[in-house]
């Protein structure tokens, strides 16, 4: 696949789907991908499924057209998944991509398994976002377009620090700046910016929190009950893994808190020598080779245990 403007003959209607717990690089690509479709292809029907994103989000173009609720009955010309390694990350949208005549993925995980009839996958690439912009025209990346590409490659790296930003990241973000987009607002908006309840459930990670494999890794949890008591949710939680990384001395951080239905959500970092994705598939979750995560039953701090002899397995 050289573009997504060729994939597009003969196509009528189109799903757009991402993983579940939309991050800004999911949000992000799926929105650049249907904003692209309905301001150059307006004959086609472009239709984008997420789950609910974050309110900070919300002031992409068409993000309040996302919908929520899933149709038994709708059969599209071609389903394109995004910045999602394998259907079991769908959620429900994955009816759509099983009874769609064709299908797309375009994705940067390295646990990807190549799983739709055209794939567009580089797990060099710092975001999904960057990959979306690879396959536009430059000339017909509007400012609204751009706005999406932009957050999603802020988002996955880390206001372009972390390794997986290269040259051509930073080339594609100098193009997206000169289509008048408010660059900084987007990172001070979406990344940086927290809520009063979201430092104090922060600082309560961080009292949490132990250093463990001889102080080569830093793990903490939040349980259900703490984001009640400090009135948070799920995506509330975004950062606090990378506030571990940071601290020094580690190697790999891990952080898990607690899903509704008492399960774990693992979320691990790592500064280089230990590569999370290979643990990560181990709990059938998946990522990159510095970030990545799954979801677990069980004791939070055995898990953590377990993860610990991991990762020393990979430092020696």
Known sequence: MKDLASQLAQVKTVA??????PDGDCVGSCLATNNYITTWFPEIQADVYLEPIPNIFKFLKNSEKIHHTFDNNQVYDL???????????????????ETAKKTICIDHHVSNVSFADENYIFPEASSTSELVFELLEQERITKEIAECIYLGMVHDTG?????CTSA?????????MEKGINFSKIVDDTFYT???NQNKILGQALLNSRLLSD????????SHEEMEQFQVMPKHLEGIVSQLRVTKGVEAAIFLYENEDHTWKISMRSNGKVDVSVIAMKYGGGGHV???????????????????????????
Not at 79 to 97: N, P, S
Not at 159 to 163: A, E, I
Not at 168 to 176: D, I, P, Y
Request: charged residues 20%; proline residues 1%.
């Open 290 to 316: 510095r970030a990545a995560g799954a979801n677990v039953d069980g004791s939070p701090w055995e898990v953590i245990e377990n993860i610990c002899q991991e990762m020393e397995r990979q430092l020696v």
């Open 16 to 21: 757009i789907a991402g993983h579940v717990k």
């Open 215 to 222: 102080g080569k890794v830093i793990a903490t949890t939040v």
């Open 194 to 196: 927290k809520t009063f």
């Open 159 to 163: 206001v372009f620090q972390y390794s």
């Open 79 to 97: 389903c394109i998944v995004l910045d999602c390694g394998d259907t079991g990350r769908l959620g429900k949208a994955v009816r759509y991509f």
């Open 168 to 176: 051509k990241t930073m080339n594609a973000a100098g193009v997206l």
